[in-house]
T-cell receptor
Framework: AQSVTQLDSQVPVFEEAPVELRCNYS??????LFWYVQYPNQGLQLLLK??????LVESINGFEAEFNKSQTSFHLRKPSVHISDTAEYFC???????????FGKGTLLTVNP | DTAVSQTPKYLVTQMGNDKSIKCEQN?????MYWYKQDSKKFLKIMFS???????INETVPNRFSPKSPDKAHLNLHINSLELGDSAVYFC?????????????FGPGTRLTVT
């Protein structure tokens, strides 16, 4: 079985400040890890993913996440956030012969002016 | 062009009624999913079809029945609606089964049972 823990349900930050959204996972097989973002009243969209290879993965809008196998973590970071980054962020884990993704409970990032 | 579309966007109905939600994807994907997102934003997989074959069937009440007439469509029928069924239901699709593939989500259907 796989599980995901997102340690913070809400993260308020000021514009242009750095942010880290934390994600820890549990799995008995090798993992695929994802961050999805959900803007208000919309569906989820993929932000970035780790399947294999380089443990540091980046998105086109400045987010990055690092796969840390020893700490079973996949934290999401951005050095300087914008108001438009306000959204719910979901960490998800898959892997092995598993067809499904298991999602965390989400972290609401609120960027204030 | 909308990649994954759902109808209706909002659905308000009374307890005991039967309702359906429709989903269509124009991405040429083989695999489609239904998720339920509760009021606390927790997202849980319900069903998945690959080329019209059921491959994920999570523990959900028998009142929920998915139907896939072809690989571009996955509908969700709910019988005897209950208050606890109120949630946002998301359809998603991916190129193939397997959790390494990116899932593309529809805009959601907000179901309110009164």
């Amino acid at each position: 079985a796989q599980s995901v823990t997102q340690l913070d349900s809400q993260v308020p930050v000021f514009e242009e400040a750095p942010v880290e959204l934390r994600c820890n996972y549990s799995s008995s097989v090798s993992v695929y890890l994802f961050w999805y973002v959900q803007y208000p009243n919309q569906g989820l969209q993929l932000l970035l993913k780790y399947l294999s290879g380089s443990t540091l993965v980046e998105s086109i809008n400045g987010f990055e996440a690092e796969f840390n196998k020893s700490q079973t973590s996949f934290h999401l970071r951005k050095p300087s956030v914008h108001i438009s980054d306000t959204a719910e962020y979901f960490c998800a884990v898959g892997g092995g012969s598993n067809y499904k993704l298991t999602f965390g409970k989400g972290t609401l990032l609120t960027v204030n002016p | 062009d909308t990649a994954v579309s759902q109808t209706p966007k909002y659905l308000v109905t009374q307890m005991g009624n039967d309702k359906s939600i429709k989903c269509e994807q124009n991405l040429g994907h083989d695999t489609m999913y239904w998720y339920k997102q509760d009021s606390k934003k927790f997202l849980k997989i319900m069903f998945s079809y690959n080329n019209k074959e059921l491959i994920i069937n999570e523990t959900v009440p028998n009142r929920f029945s998915p139907k896939s007439p072809d690989k571009a469509h996955l509908n969700l029928h709910i019988n005897s609606l209950e208050l606890g069924d109120s949630a946002v239901y998301f359809c998603a699709s991916s190129q193939a089964p397997g959790s390494s593939y990116e899932q593309y989500f529809g805009p959601g259907t907000r179901l309110t049972v009164t």
